[in-house]
């Protein structure tokens, strides 16, 4: 079972910065690709950022040149590092991943997956 544990929320004023994370937890799990999502009250889940097994990155064009989406593999750790932040910035974060599950105790490799975070608040006051 693979848990993705996230942290980094909270309120910050206009302007400020945060960083989120998101860790994978519990079975061995080779995140290949991943990405954060944004929900607002009342609107639909939207994507904010994603990287890909290259590193490779894409962004939502509200989001484009403030925050940066990285990965560190060794931690199995994905971040979310968001500066000059703004009201509408406000919405629960999620994080996303995917990539190959491996039993624990053998090692080898058992299923492809994708996993969800729990989600944190992020509050831009103005």
């Known amino acids: 079972q693979v848990q993705l544990v996230q942290s980094g929320g909270g309120l910050v004023q206009a302007g400020g910065s945060l960083r989120l994370s998101c860790a994978a937890s519990g079975s061995i799990f080779s995140i290949n690709a991943a990405g954060w999502y944004r929900q607002a009250p009342g609107k639909q889940r939207e994507l904010v950022a994603l990287?890909?097994?290259?590193?490779?990155?894409n962004y939502a064009d509200a989001v484009k040149g403030r925050f940066t989406i990285s990965r560190d593999n060794a931690k199995n750790t994905v971040y979310l590092q968001m500066n000059s932040l703004k009201p509408e910035d406000t919405a629960v974060y999620y994080c996303?991943?995917?990539?190959?599950?491996?039993?624990?105790?053998?090692?080898?490799?058992?299923?492809?997956?994708?996993?969800w975070g729990p989600g944190t608040q992020v509050t831009v006051s103005s």
């Open positions: 996303n991943a995917k990539g190959a599950v491996y039993d624990s105790g053998s090692r080898y490799f058992a299923s492809y997956g994708e996993y």
């Open positions: 990287i890909t097994s290259d590193d490779s990155t």
